[in-house]
């Protein structure tokens, strides 16, 4: 018997693709999708076997779809190459789809398609080397950017404008993968910004700043053709009608769009460059009809070379009042991009943006959630000492009805605000109790700790701070951050507001509380069910303080010490244990021990009601030193204590004025030293230590300078951003082993600008008291183009004159 194979009929006519896509799409669940998809492949897996050159195209294309969906189709990759050397078109053009799809520059096997991409570079039909350019441009590796940039630049010099513009935007990708080949393309480009032809001027205008952007030699050398830009742009504004080139009455909107993205890469740090441009940017601006969005896309083009540019003031103040108008547009999408452009270049010309700031501040009533939040931010931007009270009043009732993600970034912004501009104490107190109350419990336990800071270092204050506190809980005890505030400062000042004697708010009525009912509110907030566990340990604190404070009260209180000696939840039991035993075995120490606190030490600065403080220590430093610090903060300026334990960083939050410096260790250290020798005594290893860069990762940059006096090392960070987005919400955290102990000082602030137009300024104090080797671990928290992103390393580096 003869064993004969015979063909198998059912796959001489393949399905075609517009059936497959019709089958994929009838099926009613996955596993049905799955299951046509898995017969599919499997018959095309049997054609490439069987090298069936008829259907190749049909069945590759076919892959491309399923790959399209999401399925594995790495087995086409070879039937692409065949299809690539093929000599017909229509097997070229499905072979380099293919390629583009299923290849990229880490696959080792791309690199046989080099050789056919060059034979099609140099092919009669134009269609077929426009195909490999194409695919040139998609998948090239800088080997095959070195091995075919010759044949690129050559067909960028052909009079066809068809392969002109591929051949520039595969020029594109080749500066990208190898910068180096920048002298190839040079004169090249030089010659296709003079072209006529649109399209071919606009792909030249993307090479051009490709090279800008990637060769610093490049940018020097386009500098030089500013002027024929701006008389490419001037001839674009200032034409009549053209029909091919014609966008809602603008001549070729997206040439223009690009030409300003060229000029502001030109315009950057080099004040000739601004110089030429300035007076068309003004034309643009003036002329451009912002009626539809094609307009409304070139003046946000102007409106961002104007602020990235060195341009005059006038220019500056036109670009934000553009932004202005776009506030007040009824698009959704163009108001989010003008607060967030205003959010940016808030800091270039922060009067010029000041201006609209009732504007922004309706932008706080939209009900879109990304408006709202941008509005928000810039708001917060906005604030200074004239406009403090005014935008207080307008965030606390933004505070109330916004939704509650937005509460604790609100919170948090009002207090560091506050913090820097608030007109006096007292006002500053009130402002904040009112964000507790209007907040609830979203507020961070940060901003508890830096409250209860500013109270305590506030002696005028306490028994009118215990006041208000009081009346705001003695009817309500659900607001647990209001309620850990006021537990704490009754605690600490119940004894004063009891024996009334403060200072009391005019036109206020007056509540005279007995020392009982100060302790039955203590006790109801300790026995409420609902009270977390951190306010309940607040409210026992403070029983215990009163028990020394309210002698009358001295036994309940020690009643109820007793009765949570029992309790089930181990902190509260160990603390009333603890207590219970100071009435008892150690009752003649309790008094010293529960004794009012110090000043505490804050995460904030001190805020700006000891302006008058402020002058008078620095103009005494000025008559001790000519060389002393001419800025300084109180005495009572508040740091943060991290952990010692390398691998438990702690969360910094708050903000110094941006003119505000910590003092130097010669002005609080060595005072009579510093009068008679100057700040050159206790400053002689300072300019010994070279500088250190911390983190340069993601266009974040962390640059450390140093100053070492004995055992103390004070660091110097300074952060950047290069990147075209700003940096915000910017936490850094700090640690180092347990024989240090360091000491950071609040930043100037929690935005990083974007394109290196602005820093955070941040100083580490570390005590090395055995001088060894100095280890730090930093991790950065930050959001940047609505992402949030951690950072972190370990820096082993640090220069020896550090330690040594």
């Given at each position: 018997m003869l064993n004969m194979k015979f063909p198998d009929l059912s796959m001489s006519n393949p399905v075609r693709l517009r059936d497959l896509i019709r089958q994929i799409r009838s099926a009613k669940t996955a596993a049905e999708e799955r299951a046509v998809v898995q017969k599919e492949c499997a018959y095309i897996r049997d054609s490439f076997r069987d090298e069936d050159n008829t259907w190749r195209c049909r069945n590759v294309a076919k892959l491309l779809y399923v790959s399209l969906l999401g399925y594995p189709a790495h087995f086409g990759q070879l039937e692409c190459f065949k299809l690539i050397a093929s000599t017909r078109f229509t097997d070229k053009r499905i072979g380099y789809l293919g390629a583009m799809l299923l290849l990229d520059e880490r696959q080792d096997i791309h690199v046989l398609i080099t050789n056919s991409l060059k034979n099609d570079l140099n092919h009669s039909n134009q269609y077929i080397t426009g195909l490999a350019l194409c695919a040139l441009g998609t998948i090239c590796s800088p080997e095959m950017s070195r091995d075919l940039g010759g044949e690129v630049e050559r067909l960028m010099k052909s009079t066809n404008p068809y392969l002109k513009k591929k051949a520039v935007l595969c020029a594109v990708r080749i500066i990208r993968k190898v910068p180096e080949q920048y002298d190839v393309f040079q004169n090249s480009v030089r010659s296709l910004l003079t072209e006529k032809n649109h399209g071919v001027l606009l792909t030249a205008m993307t090479l051009a700043n490709e090279m800008c952007q990637q060769n610093a030699q490049a940018l020097h050398s386009f500098r030089k053709l500013v002027p024929n830009l701006v008389r490419i742009l001037k001839t674009l504004i200032m034409s009549g009608y053209s029909p091919e080139h014609d966008v809602a009455g603008i001549s070729d909107p997206f040439l223009q769009i690009y030409l300003l993205r060229l000029l502001r890469v030109l315009g950057r740090n080099d004040n000739e460059a601004s110089e030429t441009m300035n007076d068309i940017l003004a034309q643009v601006s003036t002329n451009t009809e912002n009626s539809?969005?094609?307009?409304?896309?070139?003046?946000?083009?102007?409106?961002?070379?104007?602020?990235?540019?060195?341009?005059?003031?006038?220019?500056?103040?036109?670009?934000?009042?553009?932004?202005?108008?776009?506030?007040?547009?009824?698009?959704?999408?163009?108001r989010?991009?003008?607060?967030?452009?205003?959010?940016?270049?808030?800091?270039?010309?922060?009067?010029?943006?000041?201006?609209?700031?009732?504007?922004v501040v309706e932008c706080l009533k939209d009900a879109d959630v990304s408006i709202k939040r941008r509005a928000m931010e810039l708001c917060f931007a906005l604030i200074n000492s004239n406009n403090i009270r005014t935008m207080t009043n307008e965030m606390?009732?933004?505070l109330g009805t916004c939704e509650i993600e937005f509460k604790a970034d609100c919170t948090s912004n009002m207090f560091l605000a506050m913090e820097r501009f608030s007109p006096s104490k007292r006002w500053h107190v009130d402002q904040m109790i009112k964000v507790l109350t209007t907040a609830g419990n979203s507020v961070r336990d940060d901003i508890v700790s830096s409250l209860i800071g500013?109270?305590?270092?506030?002696?005028?204050?306490?028994?009118?701070?215990?006041?208000?506190?009081?009346?705001?809980?003695r009817n309500d005890i659900t607001q647990q951050p209001l309620i850990q505030v006021a537990s704490w400062t009754l605690g600490e000042f119940g004894d004063i507001f009891v024996s009334g004697q403060y200072d009391k708010a005019d036109n206020v009525e007056h509540v005279q509380v007995t020392e009982n009912e100060i302790v039955d509110i203590l006790e109801r907030i300790l026995n409420w069910t609902i009270s977390t566990l951190i306010t309940r340990e607040y409210a026992i604190n403070a029983l215990m303080k009163l028990s020394t404070r309210f002698p009358s009260c001295s036994d309940r209180i020690q009643s109820i010490m007793t009765y949570y000696a029992c309790n089930m939840n181990l902190e509260l039991q160990t603390r009333a244990v603890e207590y219970t035993s100071l009435f008892t075995k150690h009752n003649p120490i309790r008094s010293s021990i529960v004794e009012r606190m110090p000043v505490l030490i804050s995460n904030i600065t001190a805020s700006a009601n000891n302006t008058e403080q402020q002058e008078q220590v620095d103009n005494q430093e000025e008559n001790v030193s000519d060389n002393a610090q001419t800025n300084h903060v109180p005495q009572n300026e508040p740091v943060i204590n991290l952990l010692e334990l390398l691998d438990e960083p702690i969360?910094?939050?708050?903000?110094?004025?941006?003119?505000?410096?910590?003092?130097?260790?010669?002005?609080?250290?060595?005072?009579?030293?510093d009068f008679i020798f100057g700040n050159d005594l206790s400053?002689?290893?300072?300019?010994?230590?070279?500088?250190?860069?911390?983190?340069?990762?993601?266009?974040?940059r962390i640059l450390f300078t140093f100053e070492r006096d004995g055992t103390i090392l004070t660091i110097h960070s300074k952060t950047t951003n290069s990147t075209q987005y700003p940096i915000t919400n910017f936490i850094f955290k700090a640690a180092v082993p347990k024989t240090f102990v360091i000491e950071l000082h609040p930043p100037n602030s929690t935005t990083v600008p974007a394109h290196n137009s602005g820093d955070i300024y941040q100083i580490i104090k570390i005590s090395n008291p055995h001088q060894e080797k100095l280890r730090m671990k930093i991790k950065l928290n930050y959001s940047v183009n609505n992402s949030s992103m951690t950072d972190e390393v370990e820096l082993n580096a640090f220069p020896e004159q550090c330690y040594n």
């Amino acid at each position: 018997m003869l064993n004969m194979k015979f063909p198998d009929l059912s796959m001489s006519n393949p399905v075609r693709l517009r059936d497959l896509i019709r089958q994929i799409r009838s099926a009613k669940t996955a596993a049905e999708e799955r299951a046509v998809v898995q017969k599919e492949c499997a018959y095309i897996r049997d054609s490439f076997r069987d090298e069936d050159n008829t259907w190749r195209c049909r069945n590759v294309a076919k892959l491309l779809y399923v790959s399209l969906l999401g399925y594995p189709a790495h087995f086409g990759q070879l039937e692409c190459f065949k299809l690539i050397a093929s000599t017909r078109f229509t097997d070229k053009r499905i072979g380099y789809l293919g390629a583009m799809l299923l290849l990229d520059e880490r696959q080792d096997i791309h690199v046989l398609i080099t050789n056919s991409l060059k034979n099609d570079l140099n092919h009669s039909n134009q269609y077929i080397t426009g195909l490999a350019l194409c695919a040139l441009g998609t998948i090239c590796s800088p080997e095959m950017s070195r091995d075919l940039g010759g044949e690129v630049e050559r067909l960028m010099k052909s009079t066809n404008p068809y392969l002109k513009k591929k051949a520039v935007l595969c020029a594109v990708r080749i500066i990208r993968k190898v910068p180096e080949q920048y002298d190839v393309f040079q004169n090249s480009v030089r010659s296709l910004l003079t072209e006529k032809n649109h399209g071919v001027l606009l792909t030249a205008m993307t090479l051009a700043n490709e090279m800008c952007q990637q060769n610093a030699q490049a940018l020097h050398s386009f500098r030089k053709l500013v002027p024929n830009l701006v008389r490419i742009l001037k001839t674009l504004i200032m034409s009549g009608y053209s029909p091919e080139h014609d966008v809602a009455g603008i001549s070729d909107p997206f040439l223009q769009i690009y030409l300003l993205r060229l000029l502001r890469v030109l315009g950057r740090n080099d004040n000739e460059a601004s110089e030429t441009m300035n007076d068309i940017l003004a034309q643009v601006s003036t002329n451009t009809e912002n009626s539809k969005n094609v307009g409304n896309a070139i003046l946000y083009e102007t409106v961002l070379t104007i602020m990235d540019i060195k341009s005059e003031s006038g220019l500056r103040v036109l670009a934000v009042n553009i932004l202005g108008r776009f506030l007040i547009n009824n698009d959704k999408n163009i108001r989010y991009v003008a607060l967030n452009t205003l959010l940016r270049v808030v800091h270039a010309d922060h009067n010029a943006v000041q201006r609209h700031r009732a504007t922004v501040v309706e932008c706080l009533k939209d009900a879109d959630v990304s408006i709202k939040r941008r509005a928000m931010e810039l708001c917060f931007a906005l604030i200074n000492s004239n406009n403090i009270r005014t935008m207080t009043n307008e965030m606390l009732e933004f505070l109330g009805t916004c939704e509650i993600e937005f509460k604790a970034d609100c919170t948090s912004n009002m207090f560091l605000a506050m913090e820097r501009f608030s007109p006096s104490k007292r006002w500053h107190v009130d402002q904040m109790i009112k964000v507790l109350t209007t907040a609830g419990n979203s507020v961070r336990d940060d901003i508890v700790s830096s409250l209860i800071g500013i109270i305590s270092s506030s002696p005028d204050l306490h028994g009118y701070t215990a006041y208000q506190l009081y009346k705001l809980i003695r009817n309500d005890i659900t607001q647990q951050p209001l309620i850990q505030v006021a537990s704490w400062t009754l605690g600490e000042f119940g004894d004063i507001f009891v024996s009334g004697q403060y200072d009391k708010a005019d036109n206020v009525e007056h509540v005279q509380v007995t020392e009982n009912e100060i302790v039955d509110i203590l006790e109801r907030i300790l026995n409420w069910t609902i009270s977390t566990l951190i306010t309940r340990e607040y409210a026992i604190n403070a029983l215990m303080k009163l028990s020394t404070r309210f002698p009358s009260c001295s036994d309940r209180i020690q009643s109820i010490m007793t009765y949570y000696a029992c309790n089930m939840n181990l902190e509260l039991q160990t603390r009333a244990v603890e207590y219970t035993s100071l009435f008892t075995k150690h009752n003649p120490i309790r008094s010293s021990i529960v004794e009012r606190m110090p000043v505490l030490i804050s995460n904030i600065t001190a805020s700006a009601n000891n302006t008058e403080q402020q002058e008078q220590v620095d103009n005494q430093e000025e008559n001790v030193s000519d060389n002393a610090q001419t800025n300084h903060v109180p005495q009572n300026e508040p740091v943060i204590n991290l952990l010692e334990l390398l691998d438990e960083p702690i969360q910094t939050n708050g903000s110094l004025h941006p003119h505000e410096q910590q003092p130097t260790l010669s002005s609080t250290l060595y005072p009579l030293t510093d009068f008679i020798f100057g700040n050159d005594l206790s400053n002689t290893h300072s300019s010994t230590i070279p500088p250190m860069i911390a983190l340069d990762r993601n266009g974040l940059r962390i640059l450390f300078t140093f100053e070492r006096d004995g055992t103390i090392l004070t660091i110097h960070s300074k952060t950047t951003n290069s990147t075209q987005y700003p940096i915000t919400n910017f936490i850094f955290k700090a640690a180092v082993p347990k024989t240090f102990v360091i000491e950071l000082h609040p930043p100037n602030s929690t935005t990083v600008p974007a394109h290196n137009s602005g820093d955070i300024y941040q100083i580490i104090k570390i005590s090395n008291p055995h001088q060894e080797k100095l280890r730090m671990k930093i991790k950065l928290n930050y959001s940047v183009n609505n992402s949030s992103m951690t950072d972190e390393v370990e820096l082993n580096a640090f220069p020896e004159q550090c330690y040594n």
